[in-house]
T-cell receptor
Framework: GAVVSQHPSRVICKSGTSVKIECRSL??????MFWYRQFPKQSLMLMAT?????????EQGVEKDKFLINHASLTLSTLTVTSAHPEDSSFYIC????????????FGSGTQLSVL | AQRVTQPEKLLSVFKGAPVELKCNYS??????LFWYVQYSRQRLQLLLR??SRESIKGFTADLNKGETSFHLKKPFAQEEDSAMYYC????????????FGDGTTLTVKP
C-alpha cells in the first residue's frame, strides 16, 4: 500500500540553527502534502499545505519565513524550521494525499524536534 | 470556521462491551468526515470515512447532519482496539485540508 516516509524521526538542535524535515511519498505521486504540528496530548494543527511546483499555503498564525516549505517534486516536500528556538520544539507530522485508488491522506511517522 | 469536538479525552471499556466515541462538528458547508486511528508506536492512519459507508474492523460511523455528529461505534470492543482515535472534518471529498479533533484514547480492558 501507499506509504509516506518522514525523516528524521527525532532531531535535537541548538537554538538558532535550522532544521530540515523531509516527507516522501513512496509508490505514489502526491501533488499536495500537508504539514502539521502536534503538542503533547493535543490534536494535530495544520500548519501549511504544500503544493508541488508552487508556493505553500500557510494557515493563519504560521510564520512562512520561520517554517519554509519546498515541494520541488511529486514525491518530496521539505519543511525547514529556520533559526529554531525552544518554543519550536514539537512533534511535526506530514501527510500526502494520493489520487485515484489512493485518494486519501497517508501520514508520515512524525518528527520530534527538540531545540535546546 | 470549522471545528471538531471530541468530548472524551479518555474512554475505557471492558472487552466485549459496546463502545462509542463521540464526535461533533460545526461547519457551514457540506462536510466530509473521517475517523483516524493511531495504535501505540504507529503512525496515524485512516480508519473510515462517512462517504464510503463502510465498516472497518467492526467499526461504523454514521453522519447525522441534524445533530452535527459522526460518532464511532463498535458493538463488541476488542483489546486490540486500544488506540488513539481522531475525528476529522474536511472541506472536500478528497480529504484535503482537514481539521482534527483533540482525540480520544480508548482503552479496552481484558
Amino acid at each position: 500500500g501507499a506509504v509516506v516516509s518522514q525523516h528524521p524521526s527525532r532531531v535535537i538542535c541548538k537554538s538558532g540553527t535550522s532544521v530540515k524535515i523531509e516527507c516522501r511519498s513512496l509508490d505514489f505521486q502526491a501533488t499536495t502534502m500537508f504539514w502539521y504540528r502536534q503538542f503533547p496530548k493535543q490534536s494535530l494543527m495544520l500548519m501549511a499545505t504544500s503544493n508541488e511546483g508552487s508556493k505553500a499555503t500557510y494557515e493563519q498564525g504560521v510564520e512562512k519565513d520561520k517554517f519554509l516549505i519546498n515541494h520541488a517534486s511529486l514525491t518530496l516536500s521539505t519543511l525547514t524550521v529556520t533559526s529554531a528556538h525552544p518554543e519550536d520544539s514539537s512533534f511535526y507530522i506530514c501527510s500526502a494525499r494520493g489520487t485515484g485508488p489512493n485518494e486519501k491522506l497517508f501520514f508520515g511517522s512524525g518528527t520530534q524536534l527538540s531545540v535546546l | 470556521a470549522q471545528r471538531v469536538t471530541q468530548p472524551e479525552k479518555l474512554l475505557s471499556v471492558f472487552k466485549g462491551a459496546p463502545v462509542e466515541l463521540k464526535c461533533n462538528y460545526s461547519y457551514s458547508g457540506s462536510p466530509e468526515l473521517f475517523w483516524y486511528v493511531q495504535y501505540s508506536r504507529q503512525r496515524l492512519q485512516l480508519l473510515l470515512r462517512h462517504i464510503s459507508r463502510e465498516s472497518i474492523k467492526g467499526f461504523t460511523a454514521d453522519l447525522n447532519k441534524g445533530e452535527t455528529s459522526f460518532h464511532l461505534k463498535k458493538p463488541f470492543a476488542q483489546e486490540e482496539d486500544s488506540a488513539m482515535y481522531y475525528c476529522a472534518l474536511s472541506e472536500s471529498t478528497n480529504a484535503g485540508k482537514s481539521t482534527f479533533g483533540d482525540g480520544t484514547t480508548l482503552t479496552v480492558k481484558p
